[in-house]
């Protein structure tokens, strides 16, 4: 039998797991965060590696295009409907 001191101790570790893992998020989510700079040094570098050179009408058109993929990628991910509608279908009852 379990003593009133035992169930303390697991709530508190439980409480300290927790906060560490809400921590461990944060810092993961900001850590994949990217400024515009970022962003558009990246796009740079894509367009230089197709052979576009800084300051011509292909590379600004380049950017652009790099950009809008972007925006639609995101676009792609907001929208996801999710699974299938048979992944959330229940399992069927187990036989008695």
């Known amino acids: 039998m379990e003593t009133e001191a035992g169930h303390v101790a697991a709530r508190r570790t439980a409480r300290l797991w927790l906060r560490w893992a809400i921590v461990a998020a ?3 989510g900001l850590a994949s965060c990217e400024s515009a700079a970022e962003v558009r040094a990246q796009d740079a570098a894509q367009c230089s590696s197709y052979g576009f050179k800084p300051g011509t009408d292909a590379f600004a058109n380049c950017l652009q295009q790099e950009s809008l ?3 639609h990628q995101l676009y792609q991910m907001e929208t996801w409907p ?3 509608y048979w992944w959330s279908v229940p399992p069927p009852p187990l036989p008695r």
């Open 26 to 28: 944060a810092v993961i």
């Open 69 to 71: 993929a972007r925006r």
């Open 82 to 84: 999710g699974p299938p």
